[in-house]
């Protein structure tokens, strides 16, 4: 909560004003109703009746500016005490009571302590295993979570080429904590040492018509397992493939 003495005080005073406003109003308005009786009976002037008129209108006038000034007043009083805008608890302090700071400087750095999300960063290559998958683990120490897919960042990260991934718990998990994020990928998969790389594509050799074809896999990843949609029946080469060329000869061996 910043000092709020000045917001405070300004506050009180635009309130006062409001209540002065609203007394002159109504001596105002009395003055009116005993104007228009007068008139009636003959003993005051239609001028002066129209002064009586424009002196309401005036105290009206002024009442609804000394409201707005409260309002004012109010709504910068409110913005001396600063409210998290979730549930959290404070993990850092970065400013100290009594400390002059600008606006928009960080006051405190929170941690969510409800609605908790675990947060991963995965290779693009493996969104849509993600998105598949029935079944998607938090794996943290001995214990295994699982977890529901909220939602796969827009923005891919480079030069790493990830995106964000948020996911829902479905059991309690402590806020902080680090582990590794386990799915199950129901397309087919070609081990890592099948791929090779041929004009700064990695990919993987079939055999067509007794001759090597290179298969292009462009989610394929150096180091890691890939998806391929490679026909049931396809002949992939699995020795002599890092010195293959597309279209030479191959001869099959069992």
Excluded: C, M
């Excluded at 964000?164 to 040492?193: M, N």
């Excluded at 993987?204 to 462009?218: D, H, N, T």
């Amino acid at each position: 909560e910043l000092d709020a003495t000045d917001h405070r005080l300004a506050r009180d005073r635009a309130r006062a004003a409001v209540q002065s406003s609203q007394a002159r109003l109504a001596l105002a308005q009395q003055q009116l109703t005993r104007a228009r009786e007068l008139v009636d009976q003959g003993f005051f002037s239609r001028e002066a009746l129209n002064a009586r008129e424009t002196d309401v209108q005036l105290a009206q006038s002024e009442l609804a500016a000394q409201r707005a000034q409260l309002a004012t007043a109010e709504h910068a009083l409110a913005k001396t005490r600063i409210n998290a805008p979730f549930d959290a608890s404070v993990k850092e302090r970065l400013a100290q009571a009594g400390e002059f700071v600008a606006a928009g400087t960080p006051l405190y750095v929170l941690t969510q302590t409800d609605a908790s999300e675990v947060s991963a960063q995965i290779a693009l290559a493996d969104v849509a295993g993600v998105r598949a998958s029935g079944q998607v683990e938090f794996v943290a120490s001995d214990r295994t979570v699982p977890l529901k897919l909220l939602r796969v960042s827009a923005t891919v990260s480079a030069p790493a080429r990830t995106v964000e991934v948020r996911l829902a718990p479905q059991q309690p998990v402590i806020v902080g904590s680090a582990g590794q994020l386990r799915w199950s990928d129901h397309r087919p998969h070609l081990p890592a040492s099948l791929l090779v790389q041929r004009a700064g594509r990695l990919g993987v050799f079939v055999v067509e018509s007794g001759k090597a074809r290179f298969v292009p896999l462009p989610q394929a990843q150096e180091g890691r397992a890939a998806a391929a949609e490679l026909a049931p029946n396809a002949l992939v080469v699995v020795g002599g493939h890092a010195a293959l060329q597309d279209g030479q000869a191959v001869t099959l061996s069992r």
